[in-house]
């Protein structure tokens, strides 16, 4: 459970996530802090930025996303991909999430709030994990240079 530390994990440490198996050592990586509401994308010179994010699932979804590592699978657009739109302007990052078909990051909902009054990040998506245009460019960018980030959900 803790290989990347040597099943040490009160001794050793890997503070920046780079030794985890799933995105390999010194590759691009993110991080989602459901406590914090933060999305940290760190990219492969170690440079992190850290964007708001929300898991603030829809009642009529698949529920929030368990905490665990999980691996990059693809990337989708819509034909109508815009900072409104349900997806915001960069598409989905979709996720290998067990039992979770489309698990994604994405943004959207910038001026338009959902049932509860959310808006942006904070507007409840379909169980994905919805975050800015800017975090979902950066993303998107790791991934098209050939470096999509693992992702770590933290509780």
């Given at each position: 459970m803790y290989?990347?530390v040597?099943?040490?994990p009160l ?9 985890n ?5 010194y590759?691009a ?11 940290t994308l760190?990219?492969?010179?170690g440079t992190?930025?850290?964007y708001d994010?929300?898991n ?15 691996s990059y699978?693809?990337s ?6 815009a900072?409104d739109?349900s997806f915001g302007s960069?598409?989905?990052a979709v996720y290998?999430?067990?039992g979770?078909?489309g698990c994604?990051i ?11 009054g959310r808006?942006g ?11 800015t ?5 950066l993303l ?7 470096n999509?980030?693992?992702?770590t959900?933290?509780r």
């Amino acid at each position: 459970m803790y290989a990347y530390v040597g099943e040490s994990p009160l001794i050793e440490s890997d503070p920046r996530g780079l030794d985890n198996p799933g995105w390999g050592a010194y590759g691009a990586h993110a991080n989602f802090n459901v406590a914090s509401g933060t999305l940290t994308l760190t990219a492969p010179d170690g440079t992190q930025t850290s964007y708001d994010a929300g898991n603030n699932s829809a009642s009529t979804s698949r529920g929030p996303w368990p905490a665990g590592d999980y691996s990059y699978g693809y990337s989708t657009t819509h034909n109508d991909d815009a900072p409104d739109s349900s997806f915001g302007s960069n598409g989905n990052a979709v996720y290998n999430v067990p039992g979770c078909v489309g698990c994604a990051i994405h943004s959207g909902h910038v001026d338009t709030p959902d049932k509860l009054g959310r808006k942006g990040p904070k507007a409840a998506p379909n169980g994905c994990i919805r975050t800015t245009d800017d975090a979902t460019k950066l993303l998107h960018q790791f991934i098209n240079d050939g470096n999509a980030p693992g992702l770590t959900v933290v509780r």
